[in-house]
């Protein structure tokens, strides 16, 4: 039971206490983003950026179900990505360095309809600049290589 | 309130439901690992794999009060390592590919006062079939790699 309740604090207090910064392509950053759970890691090599992938609650639900083609309505899925760095004490380690930005994606069929039924925002360092490209339609280019998987690169993993 | 509610369920219904593998060094499973939130992310280029390092809740209220020197009592520290694997669609992009291993330190300076405060368990594949290696002395040799920072190689992202 007090685990639940630190757990509910956890969720529900912090947001209210920041500052929210403006918003991305019309989309709000997402308050309880810090507190999301994990589908997902990347790197890459082309970059140099670690990522880690996480979802809302919608999100996790689908993904553990396998219910993602397509994802449901009300999905956000995250992108936390920092660029690399090596770890002092064990080098063989890339580890995240600054952070780059953080991104989101908003599945509304309805309200993105021209963009695959995904809103796209990103919000760059730690200043969370907000990024305003002509409703992400940029962003939108770029994830049609991911056509057949509804338009998301990330496959959730797996854990037994 | 709905929302609150299928949280809650995702978060305390499946561990009644799975089985539960045999304990690694004396250490059970933590029955909510794949709820947690995320700490870190790290790519290793000598045995190419891929991490995410999740915190049970006392870890995560630690690492946002900054308070990790040393981490509390209670404190779980969770490793999800997998294989390196390119992505299909995206080949710069190194995602994961199979379930390398689980791993986990438990704080508790009193019964693990020989191994720097910590416990170490890991299970090893989609079986996870526990590792029991001498109470996890041998974790314990390369983590003095870490003894500044508590044993801990893992340093808690900072997101704004």
Redesign the interface.
């Known amino acids: 039971m007090r685990?639940?309740v630190?757990?509910?604090l956890?969720?529900f207090l912090p947001p209210a206490l920041e500052a929210a910064p403006p918003p991305s392509n019309g989309i709000p950053l997402p308050a309880t983003?810090?507190?999301?759970?994990?589908l997902?890691?990347?790197?890459?090599?082309?970059?140099r950026s670690?990522?880690?992938i996480?979802g809302n609650?919608t999100a996790?639900?689908a993904a553990?179900k396998g219910d993602t083609d397509p994802w449901p309505d009300g999905t956000i899925l995250g992108k936390?990505v920092?660029k690399d760095s090596r770890?002092p004490?064990?080098q063989?380690?890339?580890?995240?360095g600054a952070?780059s930005h953080?991104e989101f994606m908003v599945k509304d069929r309805k309200r993105f309809k021209e963009t695959g039924g995904w809103g796209f925002a990103r919000w760059v360092g730690?200043?969370?600049e907000p990024l305003n490209n002509d409703g992400g339609k940029p962003c939108f280019e770029c994830h049609k290589?991911?056509a057949?998987?509804d338009f998301v690169?990330?496959?959730p993993?797996?854990?037994?």
């Open positions: 685990t639940a630190i757990l509910m956890t969720i983003y810090k507190h999301w759970q994990v997902g890691v990347s790197h890459r090599d082309d970059n670690l990522r880690a996480v609650t996790m639900i553990r936390l920092w770890h004490f064990w063989p380690a890339i580890v995240p952070l953080i730690d200043k969370l290589a991911a057949k998987t690169f990330t496959r993993v797996r854990l037994p």
